[in-house]
């Protein structure tokens, strides 16, 4: 599959000598679902800031869908919408001028770009409000508008730098299922967020970032599988008045009516139910501890000087 | 982008920024017109008279011409650094930034909203200087472009500004400190003639001074100053700015980090 994101040996230092980004290499294919995760101050935006021109960069190179950023950047940038962390439009222009105008720097003729803002307003679901001084939109309806905005050039590459932060569940679910259809429809989509659920939840390939270097760069369905151990929380349907102990589970006490169990991968978690009822406990339900994602990155980032896989 | 796309992202630019201003006519088209006629109350009908004539002109007649000029100079720079500053503070001249639009585009399209905004406020304030006295045209050619030229000049120039700034300050030093007494003192109340020899040599340091004069050869047919050094000194000035502002533009300064 063609790539439709080169980067090699990327590097920024900023003024004040504050390296933001080592090195960093890796490639994201067309069509792909591209997770960009790490800490805070890790360098993500510094990447996302480069790959649209808002960084510069102190040395490496990056080519998207083969147009190098130095040498063609026009035909790069035609290919990229951004989404980005923070609000960046005019709080006193209403919507449907922000989408417009758009799409008018990308030489989209005015008419086109009207209906195009008209159609991406609709979808998401900001077309009341395309009059309305956007300073007195709602902060989900800020991130739709972003989103609008981003995709009314149409571009092959959607960069979403935490488009869900500070959303409410409902909102995220809905944009989760949008930005699944785009993807689906082709659009390669690379997306940075701090919600692990979410990159379990869309990503296909992910890229660890740590101190600005990148220290994971796999599927997700590998990243997951190099998971070792999995917690569970155990809900009991009666107090215990003591932990039993078991012969082939690790469990931990948290409180009278409530255990966790640590499971290895390769284990089968009917023993661990079997030896819970020879011990006469019944379980009411389960539930993973933490999100498997998250435990990972944890590990990681935690570890990250020791666990570093060089791509 | 083909030639096509970037007149078309032009056009996206200024009507952007006329829409700007329009909106928000009551800040910025209506206060200069409002000041301006004050000028022409104060200076041209009641101390005018005592003045007596200037050039072989009524007083009213010889500042018309300057205060038309000033009100151009202080709009088309704040449009642009107010403009420009806004959408830095904003972060929205970021949708400009990740576009395939060329600097030079983006350039021209903030010049072009200043000088709209320049040329806005000068006809309105011509239009009120019909009610104190009828309008002498000597060529209009002249005052058209020494306009257009002075509007372009001034509008690199609030660009520049809105490049360094980093904070409101930083907008209003320049017009407070720099531009009021620059234009005060570019001969738009008097004739040079009228100074010492020593004060007219230093005012030839000053560029408005030019421009000024230059425009009102287009309503009196009178100069200071020859028309060619006019149109050649705000030329120049144009073309060094232009390159500078296209120079920060492109190593993004205060844009990009």
């Known amino acids: ?311 | 982008m083909n030639t096509h796309e970037k007149l078309i992202a032009l056009k996206a630019i200024v009507t952007k920024e006329v829409l700007r201003f329009s909106r928000i006519w009551i800040q910025t088209v209506l206060p200069p017109v409002i000041t301006t006629a004050l000028y022409f109350i104060i200076f041209g009908n009641l101390i005018g008279p005592r003045i007596g004539e200037m050039d072989g002109f009524d007083y009213m007649e010889f500042i018309i011409p300057g205060l038309i000029m000033m009100a151009v100079i202080t709009n088309s720079y704040a449009n642009v650094v107010s403009s420009f500053y806004g959408s830095k503070f904003q972060r929205h001249i970021e949708e400009m930034l990740i576009s395939p639009v060329p600097n030079y585009i983006i350039l021209i399209g903030y010049i072009t909203g200043g000088v709209a905004r320049g040329l806005t406020v000068g006809v309105a304030v011509t239009i009120v200087s019909l009610v104190f006295h009828p309008l002498n045209i000597h060529s209009l050619w002249v005052m058209f472009s020494m306009i257009i030229l002075t509007a372009i000049l001034f509008s690199l120039a609030g660009l520049i500004n809105g490049v360094y700034a980093k904070s409101f300050d930083d907008i209003s030093i320049i017009p407070t400190f720099v531009l009021t007494p620059l234009t005060y003192l570019g001969g738009i109340f008097y004739s040079i003639n009228m100074l010492p020899e020593f004060w007219q040599h230093m005012s030839l340091a000053n560029p408005i001074l030019y421009m000024v004069n230059a425009f009102r050869y287009g309503f009196l047919g009178v100069s200071d100053i020859s028309l060619m050094t006019s149109y050649a000194i705000s030329i120049a000035f144009i073309i060094a700015l232009y390159l500078y502002s296209l120079h920060l533009l492109r190593k993004g300064h205060g844009i990009r980090t």
């Open chain 1, 1 to 311: 599959m063609a790539s439709a994101l080169t980067i090699r040996d990327l590097n920024k230092t900023y003024k004040g000598g504050l390296t933001a980004l080592k090195n960093v290499s890796l490639s994201v294919a067309e069509g792909d679902f591209f997770g960009l995760l790490g800490p805070n101050g890790a360098g993500k935006t510094t990447l996302i800031g480069i790959l649209s021109s808002l960084v510069n960069k102190t040395a490496g190179s990056v080519s998207i869908f083969g147009h190098d950023l130095d040498t063609d950047p026009a035909a790069a940038k035609a290919c990229i919408g951004l989404v980005p962390q923070e609000f960046n439009f005019n709080m006193f222009e209403p919507p449907i001028e922000i989408v417009a105008n758009q799409a008018g720097y990308y030489g989209i003729e005015r008419g086109e770009a009207f209906k195009r803002a008209e159609e991406n307003l609709k979808i998401l679901d900001l077309w009341d409000k395309r009059h309305v001084m956007s300073r007195t939109l709602s902060g989900g309806m800020k991130r739709r508008l972003m989103i609008a905005r981003a995709l009314v050039n149409h571009p092959k590459l959607l960069i979403l730098d935490e488009p869900t932060a500070g959303v409410d569940i409902e909102i995220r679910r809905s944009m989760w299922k949008f930005l699944r259809e785009i993807n689906d429809a082709g659009t390669t989509i690379i997306l940075t967020t701090h919600y692990l659920e979410e990159a379990e939840s869309l990503c296909r390939n992910i890229a660890i970032i740590d101190k600005g270097e990148l220290i994971e760069n796999t599927s997700t369905r590998q990243l997951l599988n190099s998971l070792k151990m999995e917690t569970f929380v155990l809900d009991l349907e009666s107090p215990l008045a003591g932990l039993p102990a078991l012969k082939t589970h690790k469990i931990r006490w948290i409180d009278e009516q409530t255990l966790e169990a640590d499971i290895c991968r390769d284990d089968s978690i009917n023993t661990l139910f079997t030896e819970l009822d020879e011990h006469g406990i019944k379980v009411l339900s389960m539930r993973n501890k933490t999100n498997r994602l998250e435990e990972l990155f944890m590990n990681l980032v935690e570890d990250g000087n020791d666990s570093r896989v060089a791509t």
